[in-house]
């Protein structure tokens, strides 16, 4: 709305009133944004679904990319077979329209691009208290997703792309756990510092809820001015209805690199807690709704698409334009059709009337935090017990596990210095 009403006072010229810096949202806008969905967590249920967070936030992302950029086969020619290479993606589907031009690396980037998430919407619909477990799978892995999208993103601009072999992934994945790593730390030395500063003052969290929602606000002001930019649209040669081509392409390669890893390892994390303290799996209906909360698109994929085809938000050329307009209508499409048909889909898939799926927490009795062969006032053989029980109990259940005494330091040592309400 706010670029039809600029580009009209403007008689059609322009739907500018700023431009875009990519660096600007990356250090100052994404940060709030992050930082603010950190906030609102809800460290029980994130910490215990912390398994399946990680393989949908982080190993999902991969797969997607994979998906949605290129999937070869290589197959070794033999006496009777010849070699042969089998690819799907951007990479070969993009020229079958006749859209040409772009590097290998480009390509590299789109994967990345179209595999940020925006949950959001999805979220406003979904009731914590009814699916608490569909609720944090959703929202953590939408916090999750967006951190690994950017430093994969970072990963394989460093790639050699004339040397796309398997030494070449290992290169991509070395460089993806330094930059995850290395941001890891610096947040949580970060969160950490900000909890200190900010223990016992109540407005903090509305603080940053509020710069979250401006920065959110900026950067969709800003999408709608720039899909009615005409200078990027006359600068993309593409034909309408090879366009169309394009972003339909898109779309169904998102819909397909979600699909290739919310059923698979929503499978795998079924089997994996299944002796865990998890009291319903995640049914066949929750996977839907989790594929369908990653479909939108937004912010993120935004910024990295003008991080890599322009300039501080100006590009004069015509591939790099034709990319920032798919990207453009892509997180437009998904945001508007998507988003109006999420309500809908819940309703009909885990209607509010039918509280079967409700998961209660089991109570956990408080006890006086007691480590593995640290206590002085026991024998020795009573903590040789207590760490082969711990042993056991870390190979029978570990997530459970890992949660359980993550929840006593929390409660023990990290509150007392940070600050936190003890019933989250």
């Known amino acids: ?67 949605i950029t290129a999937e070869l086969i290589f197959m070794e020619s033999t006496n009777n077979f010849p070699n042969v290479t089998v690819a799907l993606g951007c990479w070969w589907l993009f020229p079958m329209f006749g859209f040409v031009g772009l590097a290998a690396r480009d390509y590299l980037a789109i994967g990345t691009i179209f595999s940020s998430t925006d949950t959001v919407c999805t979220l406003q619909v979904l009731h914590q208290d009814e699916t608490p477990l569909l609720y944090s799978l959703v929202f953590g892995e939408g916090v999750v997703n967006d951190a690994t999208s950017v430093v994969l993103f970072n990963a ?103 699909a290739a890893f919310v059923f698979p390892l929503s499978a795998f994390s079924n089997y994996w807690n299944r002796t865990a303290e998890r009291p319903s799996p995640i049914t066949f209906k929750h996977q839907i709704v989790i594929w369908w909360a990653g479909l939108m698109r937004g912010a993120v994929s935004i910024a990295l698409a003008f991080k890599k085809f322009t300039y501080s938000g ?32 819940i309703d009909y898939l885990l209607p509010r009337a039918n509280n079967r799926g409700i998961h209660r927490e089991p109570t956990t009795p408080k006890e006086e935090l007691k480590l593995p062969l640290l206590s002085l006032e026991e024998s020795a053989t009573t903590n040789i017990i207590r760490a082969k029980d711990s042993l056991s109990m870390l190979i029978e259940r570990p997530v459970y596990t890992i949660h359980y005494y ?12 940070f600050g936190g309400s003890h019933d989250n």
């Open 156 to 258: 394989v601009q460093k790639i050699d792309v004339n040397r796309l072999d398997g030494w070449a992934a290992v290169h991509v994945l070395g460089d993806f756990l330094y930059l995850f790593s290395t941001s890891t730390a610096l947040g949580v030395a970060a969160g950490l510092l900000t909890s200190f500063v900010l223990k016992g003052l109540y407005f903090g969290r509305h603080v940053f809820a509020a710069m979250s929602f401006i920065a959110e606000t900026f950067i969709f002001l800003y999408v709608g001015m720039d899909a009615l930019d005409i200078e990027k649209w006359k600068i993309s040669k593409l034909s309408f209805g090879i366009s169309l081509g394009i972003y339909s392409t898109v779309t169904l390669l998102i819909l397909l690199g979600r």
């Open 314 to 345: 100006v590009t004069l050329d015509p591939v790099n334009a034709t990319m920032i307009t798919i990207t453009i209508i892509v997180v437009l499409f998904s945001t508007s059709v998507f988003g109006f048909l999420t309500k809908p889909l």
């Open 406 to 417: 993550w929840r006593k330091f929390d409660d023990s040592y990290m509150r007392p210095i």
């Open 1 to 67: 709305m706010i670029g039809t009403i600029i580009l009209f006072i403007s008689k059609g010229r322009s739907s500018h009133i700023l431009r875009f810096n990519e660096e600007l949202f990356f250090i100052y806008l994404l940060p709030p944004i992050i930082f603010n969905a950190g906030f609102q967590v809800k460290k029980k249920q994130f910490f215990q679904n912390f398994f399946t967070i990680m393989l949908f936030g982080v190993v999902g992302v991969f797969i997607s990319s994979v998906v």
